[in-house]
C-alpha cells in the first residue's frame, strides 16, 4: 500500500474562469498547500528565516476539467530522492476523476553557503514511507480512479 499525503480543497469563487472551470494558475498553488506535511517533515516551525529548500522546478499537465462547486482532494506522493534533492508528485481528483497531476522538483538547500546540502538520514526514511513510481499502473485503476485502499 502505498503511503500519501491527502488534503481537500473547496475552490472559492475566485478560483474559477467564468466558465466554472478551476483556472490553470490555481493547481500550482494548491499543490504548493498540498506540500506542506513535507515541508514540516525537514522543518517543523515553517519559519522563513531558516527555510531549508529551494523550489527548482515545477509542471502541471490538466488532464481533465475541473469545475467551481465541488471539492479537490489533493494526493501528494514521493517520487524520487537523492543526496540533496527530491521529486514530489501530486494528483488532483474531483469526483473521483483525475484532473491534474503535477511534480516539483525541491533541493535541501543552505542559503549562508548558497549550495545544496544533504537530505538528514532521518527524513530521508520519511520520505522513503511516501515512495511511489506514478507510471505503476497498480497505483490506479484504468479509469484513472484510485483504488478505494488508498
Not at 79 to 85: A, D, L, N
Not at 100 to 128: C, M, R, W
Request: charged share 20%; proline share 7%; aromatic share 12%.
Amino acid at each position: 500500500m502505498h503511503k500519501q499525503w491527502k488534503l481537500s480543497i473547496t475552490p472559492g469563487f475566485g478560483d474559477a474562469d467564468p466558465l466554472r472551470h478551476i483556472n490553470n494558475c490555481v493547481l500550482p498553488v494548491w499543490f504548493e498547500l498540498a506540500r506542506e506535511p513535507i515541508f514540516r517533515l525537514f522543518h517543523p516551525s515553517l519559519e522563513y528565516d531558516s527555510w531549508p529548500f529551494i523550489l527548482a522546478r515545477v509542471q502541471v499537465d490538466f488532464i481533465s476539467q475541473m469545475k467551481w462547486g465541488t471539492d479537490v482532494d489533493i494526493r501528494t506522493f514521493i517520487k524520487k530522492y537523492g543526496r540533496s534533492s527530491f521529486t514530489v508528485y501530486q494528483e488532483a481528483y474531483q469526483n473521483g476523476v483525475l484532473g491534474a497531476k503535477g511534480e516539483a522538483v525541491l533541493v535541501h538547500f543552505d542559503y549562508k553557503t548558497q549550495k545544496s546540502s544533504p537530505i538528514p538520514a532521518n527524513i530521508a526514511a520519511e520520505l522513503e514511507k511516501h515512495l511511489v513510481d506514478p507510471t505503476n499502473p497498480n497505483l490506479r485503476t484504468r479509469s484513472g480512479r484510485f483504488p478505494a485502499a488508498l
